[in-house]
């Protein structure tokens, strides 16, 4: 690898301290610390110049959704439109693990939380289960893709082999890593976690199929005649994947995706909401809804962004690709960097002292020409474990599982 070729870049970036060290590195260590700088686009750290701030909302209009009455009058239809597909091959699903339990006080990855009670029951495990109840709806085998992160990805194989893949026929699982983004100050000079390394972190949910390209699992979905994926979060132990009724309705009504919503317990509770952006389906985060937009009524009277979205979502695998090239908007978000100081010590600031970068899934749903808003019960479908504690937490989750039979 011509050195020269490293220097010119990170030069134009203003990036030439990431090789303070290199005369002292080993060969192993050159290589890996050049092939880093190599891959890595460094554009994004110009956002850092302005916070981001250039990645602003456009005209907020509400969408209309999909609600359970309507669900229940079509349901034989739908359910048998979803059963085909999956029988047909025609449905995968994506599992979003890259995150680490550190907000419930493990340093494993957060699939691996125990939630038992009186016996072991894993996140990853209900996971799994709850695709199960697909499989046996439907007689076929539905391929899981898992997605990991440079820091859990050997662990997270490693757990469900140990776990004899829960069950699961291993040879519709695919594991593969996320793309990782740099980390830098507030000033945009990026992070060194080591002398030989850059600190990177996960390019955000968004980046879940530019991540299955590049790592080789999109040929995967490719040569198995998979047209639908069903991406979901790993934090949700209620939800249904690969649910036929959802994915026969997303079918039915011709939308190139759909996304799973409930009904907000409140105005103010901290989901993003389905709308249109300038006349195309989008997800408002709830930080950004305004209290004219929180107050809003539909022409029933009733509120009218009032359906959050709970992170599981069906996309169309050719519309996926039309929208690979296009450019996501980037999010720079404050975080807790740990770094190497000026003294070779990696220091773990107790406050946020630079940004991340990141790609929303809800940007991917903008890009799409329609998305269907599905609801669902969140008694039903909603427990997510956010916190050890509180609101959306391991308690919650518990409560919610035995209320749905689940032994814990």
Not at 279 to 287: A, L
Not at 346 to 351: A, E, G
Not at 389 to 408: F, M, P, Q, W
């Amino acid at each position: 690898m011509d050195i020269s070729i490293v220097k010119k870049k990170l030069e134009k970036y203003g990036q030439t301290h990431l090789l303070k060290y290199f005369d002292e590195l080993t060969e192993d260590e050159k290589n890996e610390l050049l092939t880093q700088i190599e891959e890595t686009d460094f554009s994004m750290v110009e956002l850092c110049a302005d916070g981001g701030k250039s990645v602003k909302k456009g005209s907020i209009t509400p969408l209309s959704v999909m609600q359970l009455s309507e669900i229940e009058e079509n349901k034989e239809l739908y359910f048998n439109a979803g059963v085909s597909a999956i029988k047909s091959g025609k449905v995968g699903a994506v599992l979003l693990a890259g995150g680490m339990g550190t907000r419930l006080g493990s340093d494993a990855p957060k699939g691996m939380y125990n939630i038992g009670e009186t016996r072991d029951v894993y996140i990853f495990e209900r996971i799994v289960r709850n695709l199960m109840d697909a499989v046996d709806i439907t007689g076929s085998w539905i391929h899981l893709f898992i997605m990991t992160s440079d820091k859990n990805h050997e662990s997270t194989i490693g757990f469900f082999k140990e776990k004899n893949y829960f069950g699961y026929n291993k040879e519709y699982i695919t594991f593969f890593k996320q793309e990782m983004a740099p980390a830098a100050d507030y000033n945009g000079k990026i992070y060194m976690e080591s002398r030989s390394r850059m600190s990177t972190s996960p390019n955000g949910n968004g980046g879940w199929f530019i991540s299955m390209d590049r790592s080789g699992a999109l040929e995967k979905v490719k040569n198995s005649g998979i047209e639908w994926l069903n991406v979901f979060a790993v934090d949700n132990v209620l939800q249904r994947i690969a649910d036929p009724v959802f994915v026969g309705a997303v079918i039915e009504k011709g939308f190139a995706a759909g996304s799973k919503v409930v009904k907000k317990a409140s105005p103010d509770e901290n989901v993003g909401v389905m709308c249109l952006e300038d006349g195309k389906p989008s997800i408002v985060e709830y930080y950004e809804l305004t209290e004219e937009l929180m107050n809003a009524k539909d022409e029933k009277g009733e509120p009218a962004y009032n359906y959050g979205v709970i992170l599981n979502y069906l996309f169309n695998v050719k519309e996926l690709e039309k929208i690979m090239e296009e450019s996501m908007p980037l999010h720079v978000v404050k975080k807790k960097i740990p770094y190497m100081d000026e003294n070779g010590q990696l220091i773990k600031p107790d406050s946020p002292n630079g940004y991340k970068f990141e790609t929303l899934i809800l940007d991917m749903i903008h890009l799409m020409k329609s998305c269907l808003p599905f609801e669902v019960r969140r008694e039903k479908e909603f427990a997510p474990i956010k916190n050890k504690t509180g609101i959306d937490s391991v308690d919650t989750a518990r409560e919610l599982l035995k209320k749905n039979g689940v032994e814990l």
